[in-house]
């Protein structure tokens, strides 16, 4: 055949073969093969009155209380899918729940689109689509509408899931990135690299066999109780991708403060920690998918810090530092022998596709 | 260097070597190379006070009037990336705007999520967020909201986009697929398959040249008008992937009626029809980017046509059928010598990778 002819040849339509074990390209068409995937999977494990009305957009109504919404997006294509203590669905949920509650605000509502390599298991999407349901149902929120797309073997990975989120902000209520001041206390909801560290272990990278299983997680409920009993909550953050580090930095030249954090109180596992003096990585830019940095009135500090180790995601919170001046922009660590470090962001990429 | 070796030194830090015409992996790892993509390139161009506040979620205020929101997301993969008449940009854009408009209602804010492949140009990515922002522009939407992956090269397709988009339906508007009811009329706002026909000459795989360019465009200003001028409107949708045929047959079930489109009314490109001969593809089931569906009583329809007609994106507009019957669930292709075919969802794929 020359190249032309099995040109053409590859541009007719083939005829229909089922594979019902794997995704065929035919899953994206939008034809039958999509309708069939997304009624027998998405609709199936996701059912909600909302998705199911099956329109081109999902109709939502508001709270009528006054308030924002607040809305935010994520790309997930953490590498290996399915790793000790979650999976790629479960990230996709927490990950975007997350990024609403860090506003001080309620996840309602999630959209999820697939990007799916031919050949990927229905199976494996299953259990994925499975997990994404059982973190909603923890976070608290649905999912309204989806997209599904199939890419040929090859051009892909498996599964990539974007999702976007949507959620509602009381009036009143203002937790910013800006908002750090002079004074402000420090807190860490837990350990720093846990995640970072499992998805390693997946990979099979440590070259020896580690306990600690990734700690991601929705965290909007523990903060929604937070916020109710510690109203003055300043800044909210998670430490995800470029780790507590560049998250600071973040914070820091957002509000125009110096930030000082004590590296003896940075809770950080045995085992995490060896991982990094064995392979020179650096926990303070490890990535976490269930902790979240608070910044907020000294006075705040404690209350806070025995709301957050009452909860199962805020067992190991503890404060870790203070905001020191009210410029600058720069965040500093103070070493056990009293010398303080600049923390710059994370240079380069020290674990790619880790979310 | 043992198989061991080479693992352990991959995941070590490597040496921040910047290429600034490429992306790479550090890019995607939310430290500084993304923070100076996010603002030499993102921000650039997409530049709003929303977006620009740089928090996890976008905070966005609501109309005051009484109505419901509306939320759509679409992942995008089209290859190749440019062609005739259009980006991935530019459908990324429009087909989340598109389907927040079928609905009746006005699309205000978009999403969006970039899974880029290691190695790819900085100068294509410009050009495409350009291409995002002139459609945004047309259609008078912001992006509020983004995030930005990197996949290793060979595990991806130079770029994913995903977009969601979220619009405000106002009161008593109620334009929905089930609406559907015999004696409507069926409209379509111009020719079929130019987007499908588009990206196949873009691939090389027409063996000849064609003039055609993608029909891709936001329609959501025509639309708009549409409703104002003709309030009746019973259904509106995209024949996106899947083509004017799956189009219908979805709205033949979620209505529960039985259509009937003439074959010798639909609007198709000579060189379409060319294209569709000789490579043995239907017209009815090739992707459209910038063409709707719309049913509404018979007693509208000339309005509506000259109102469409008028518009740069309908002047084509044509009646092509008619809903003949409230019940059966079924699309019948009336043929020039008078038989009826019965119209299925596609099956299979025609073309992978449309959009």
Redesign the interface.
Known sequence: MTE?EN??F???????IRDKKNI???H????????ELINTTFKKIFTNPILD??????????PVKKG??????????VSPLFYPGGDIGRLAVSGTV???A??G?KPL?L?????IEEGFPVESLEKIASSMKIACEEAGVVI?????????K????GL?I?T????W?PEGRNI??QNALKGDAIIISGTLGDHATAI?QAR??L?FQSNVTSDIAPLNKMLEELIKQVQDIHVM??P???GLG?TLV?IAK?SNVCIQIEETNLPIKKEVKTVCEL???DPL?M?NEGKVVIILPEEKCNKALEILQKHKYGQNAVRIGTVIDNKQSRVLLRTPLGSNRVI??????????IC
Chains 1, 2 share one sequence.
Do not use: W
Request: charge should be negative; glycine fraction near 18%.
């Open positions: 032309k040109n053409s590859n541009l007719v339509c083939p005829p229909i065929m390209l035919g994206g068409s939008g034809g039958l093969l999509t309708h009305e099956g329109n081109d957009g999902a109709l939502i109504n508001l924002k919404l607040v809305v935010s997006t994520d790309a997930h294509i997350n990024d609403i860090m506003m605000a509502y959209t999820a689109s697939f990007i309204i509408a989806g997209d599904t797309k199939v890419t040929e090859g051009k892909g990975d990539y974007s976007t989120g949507i959620g902000l910013q990135g390693l099979g990278g070259g953050r998670d995800t991708r470029g560049t973040e957002q392979l020179g990585f830019y990535a710059e962001m994370l240079m380069g990429e020290m674990l790619p596709r």
